[in-house]
């Protein structure tokens, strides 16, 4: 007799095999093999099929309850269904800060009413969300945001500047945090929920030193967000002056997913390596300070991974110190930015190449360029470790 | 199965720590180092071990014991590393177990009632030089008669003057590095023509340089198959690495614990020291080293106990992590505490020689980062 779990697993994977489109089953190349849905979406072959039979089942958000789009599966399946997603090589149908950020939150905070008006949408892909945290004065103290809400009666007045906005001038709505009582700092800010589309919203993208540029400036200038979009759909998460509670929550997620789970890349980038590198009589990789580096780091990615499945489980089950994501994210982003040095060091001058077609346009120094925001973007390696240090540790306040 | 402790584990560790801090804190250590007790650990908690329970965690239930498995071993053996606690527990009840269960029923009944009642005490002649290099065994054995016979020199073998029995690991044939051609003998301690030279270590632990000489042992003295010896050396290995790195771990939380309570408790510049950056930055960085240590160790216990055939990969991550995070957690703990952790009244400097051994025993770091290496391929 096999148990409910091995039937879900033997299922499972036989359904995967079954619906996953060949092309979804390629390892990822670059951005443009991520799919991130919403009103003006862009598919490569396969792609939209993926989405489409993966969000029938629920399983874009395979944890979330069924009447808001999920699978409704439990923490035992959702660990089955990535376990067989990786081993069967299927790609992730939808990328998403709806589905990584807001979607959490809504879960937690919002009304009944937000959660069936707002989640379906994500779940499918359909609308891309943007987050409006960050300001030119305001990044790791976050709690100083300027950017002003004011109350019209049916409808609030916005206006400010945000930046480092991750696909804003991609995104469809937004959700921001605004000042709504200038003489409080933490208990004056609220959590908003707005679209893009509203007249004096502005976008005004940044190159990053990868030479990509994924994240803009956005305006607003007297933008009108509605209090309401419906019967008891607020345009404002849990209450008025309380958006810093939301906030602090979906980064808690945030934090959560940028540290990256321990998921993605080869487990062993020393095996990866040591053929393309040379290998000495012994079969060695012929360089030994590279290997003794390569093994540190395989060491390092199978301890994280190891760590990440325990905080997932001990999350799940109401185990974990609230402030542990702070914990996941410094580390998970300090080994990944170790990684990507090692693989550019294992390169040699050949991934210095940044245009080329044999470097597919220089993918491999971009991709390392790019993992040095791991540690800034969400709350820096430094803040994280203020937090540690502070909720975790006790210790005391300088 | 998830990565946390379930409740029956759960209520282990609360018995194995309140019983630890109760009747062997660092105190305990402390007495018998300097009473320059021979043994290097106490007889009459030895027996208390048994008493609960603890000496027979991986013996099974058919033969008498607990019928655990190596995360069950591994929460004991935490106790043991957060309060030094000397013990011939990892040697006897979890590698020296091991490797006996792995050899026929014969064996068992005869070793496995004195280990349950704590009347016997196992130790492992594995290694022969001051690193361990188990593939490079070259101490042999040749048949003699109905038996064999035992010359070399074994060294290094932690509780090896006060051990009952030993569990000896050589060639009977083959040479060094070969993988097949070792077998692994239960030698009665007391045996005619074998040497054992006791020192006492940088911990306060006892080791014993041996030498056979001329040693006789019954045919029945093997444990498993003759020159099959791998497969009971590497259960004997598996289940004393991933052991060593549980008391590891234990040996790094201890440490963080008494450092974090220290610098919130000193004041220098009119501020507890706890409250500069400085040290605020490094101590949060180890506490994420030391939970990862952690679940990597969990992880590896899980998966010897599945059977995982990934179980021996996890098991060296498990040690090479678990020493990197508590070698880090034993040195910030000196430095954090000034000039008091210098000092042989204060604990932390005994946490910091624990460590040293531990980092030793069944391959340090660098041994097992170089074992990852070989099982990928590289
Ligand atoms: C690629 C990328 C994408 C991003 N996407 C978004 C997005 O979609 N939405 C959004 O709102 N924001 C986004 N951000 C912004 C990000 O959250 C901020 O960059 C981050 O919070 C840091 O703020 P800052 O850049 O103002 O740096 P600062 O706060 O000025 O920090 C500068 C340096 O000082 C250190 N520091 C600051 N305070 C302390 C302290 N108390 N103790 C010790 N050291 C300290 C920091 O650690 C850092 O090293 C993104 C950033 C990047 C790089
Ligand atoms: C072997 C030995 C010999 C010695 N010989 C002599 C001698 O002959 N004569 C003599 O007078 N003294 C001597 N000393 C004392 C020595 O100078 C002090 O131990 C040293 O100055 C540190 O002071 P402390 O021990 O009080 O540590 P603390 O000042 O309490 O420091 C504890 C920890 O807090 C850190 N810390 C303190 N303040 C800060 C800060 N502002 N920012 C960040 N971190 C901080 C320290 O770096 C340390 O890690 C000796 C010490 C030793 C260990």
């Known amino acids: ?398 | 199965m998830p990565l946390y402790l379930n409740e029956d584990q759960q209520m282990l560790h609360d018995s194995a720590a309140e019983f630890m801090k109760g009747e062997a804190p660092v105190s305990h250590l402390r007495e018998f180092r300097d009473k320059q007790c021979k043994d290097g650990f106490s007889h009459a908690l030895w027996k208390q071990f048994a008493e609960m329970g603890f000496t027979g965690i991986l013996i099974g239930e058919d033969d008498g014991g607990l019928g655990m498995g190596h995360v069950e071993a591994g929460v004991v053996l935490e106790q043991i590393g957060r309060n030094l606690t000397p013990s011939p527990f990892l040697t006897t009840s979890v590698a020296g177990v091991e490797a006996l269960n792995a050899g026929g029923k014969a064996l068992r009944d005869k070793y496995f009632p004195g280990i349950l009642s704590g009347d016997t005490v196992l130790a492992l002649a594995v290694d022969e030089g001051p690193k361990h290099r188990p593939d490079q065994i070259s101490m042999a054995a040749t048949r003699e008669g109905n038996g064999f016979k035992l010359d070399g020199k074994k060294q290094f073998v932690v509780q090896g003057g006060s051990a009952d029995t030993l569990i000896v690991a050589v060639r009977t044939s083959g040479s060094a590095g070969d993988d097949k051609g070792l077998t692994l003998f239960a030698v009665d301690a007391n045996a005619q023509g074998l040497a054992k030279n006791s020192v006492r270590l940088v911990d306060s632990a006892m080791a014993a340089h041996l030498e056979f000489d001329g040693v006789l042992v019954d045919a029945d003295a093997v444990i498993g198959e003759v020159d099959e010896g791998d497969v009971v050396l590497r259960r004997l290995l598996n289940a004393g690495r991933s052991g060593a790195a549980a008391e590891t771990l234990g040996v790094g939380a201890g440490a963080m614990d008494i450092t974090v309570d220290y610098i919130k408790g000193r004041k220098q510049f009119g501020a507890l020291i706890g409250s500069f950056q400085a040290l605020q930055h490094r101590i949060a960085h180890l506490y994420s080293e030391m939970e990862i240590a952690r679940a990597t160790v969990l992880k590896a216990q899980q998966m010897l106990d599945e059977g995982s055939s990934k179980a021996e990969l996890m098991v060296s991550v498990a040690k090479a992590k678990a020493g990197k995070a508590t070698a880090l957690s034993v040195k910030e703990g000196v430095q954090m505490h000034g000039g008091v952790g210098m000092t042989d009244e204060y604990d932390i400097g005994l946490y910091m020689k624990r460590d040293r051994a531990l980092q030793e025993f069944m391959g340090d770091v660098n041994y097992h980062t170089n074992l990852v290496a070989e099982m990928h391929g590289y």
Request: hydrophobic share 35%.
């Open chain 1, 1 to 398: 007799m096999m148990s409910d779990l091995e039937t879900f697993r033997a299922e499972t994977a036989a359904w995967l095999e079954a619906n996953c489109p060949p092309e979804m089953r390629q390892p990822m190349v670059d951005e443009s093999d991520a799919v991130w849905g919403g009103r003006n979406p862009t598919f490569k072959p396969g792609q939209k099929e993926w989405l489409d039979v993966m969000a029938a089942k629920g399983w874009t958000v395979p944890d979330w309850p069924k009447e808001y789009g999920g699978g409704g599966l439990s923490r035992a399946e959702t660990k089955i269904l990535g376990q067989e997603m990786a081993r069967l090589k299927c790609r992730s149908p939808l990328s998403s800060f709806g589905i990584w950020m807001l979607g959490p939150a809504l879960l937690h905070f919002g009304t009944e009413a937000q959660k069936k008006h707002f989640l379906p949408p994500i779940a499918r892909g359909e609308i891309r969300w943007c987050q409006g945290y960050s300001e030119p004065g305001s990044g790791s103290d976050l709690a100083s945001l300027q950017t002003s809400a004011v109350d019209q009666g049916d409808h609030f007045v916005v206006n400010g500047q945000k930046i480092w906005t991750s696909y804003a001038d991609k995104a469809d709505w937004i959700f921001c945090l605004t000042r709504t009582d200038k003489n409080e700092k933490h208990k004056g800010i609220s959590f908003m929920l707005f679209d893009m589309a509203s007249e004096g919203v502005t976008t005004k993208p940044i190159v990053l030193i990868s030479g990509q540029s994924a994240f803009c400036e956005t305006f607003f200038d007297d933008v009108k967000v509605p209090k309401e979009y419906g019967e008891g759909v607020s345009s404002v998460v849990y209450e008025v002056n309380k958006g810093w509670d939301v906030a602090k929550y979906l980064l808690g997620h945030e934090r959560s997913m940028i540290s990256g789970g321990g998921s993605d890349g080869a487990t062993s980038l020393g095996a990866k390596f040591a053929d393309q590198y040379g290998r000495d009589e012994m079969g060695r990789l012929d360089d030994p300070m590279l290997r003794a580096q390569m093994a540190e780091m395989d060491i390092d990615v199978l301890a994280f991974r190891a760590m990440a499945e325990r905080f997932g489980d001990t999350f799940k089950a109401g185990l974990c110190h609230p402030a542990q994501p702070n914990m996941m994210k410094y580390a998970g982003t300090e080994i990944n930015k170790r990684r990507h040095e090692l693989i550019m060091s294992a390169g040699g001058s050949e991934v210095l190449e940044w245009e080329s077609e044999a470097s597919n346009g220089g993918l491999t120094a971009r991709s390392w360029l790019r993992t040095k925001a791991n540690s800034i973007e969400g709350g820096t390696s430094e803040v994280m470790l203020n937090v540690v240090s502070k909720q975790i540790l006790h210790l005391p306040g300088a």
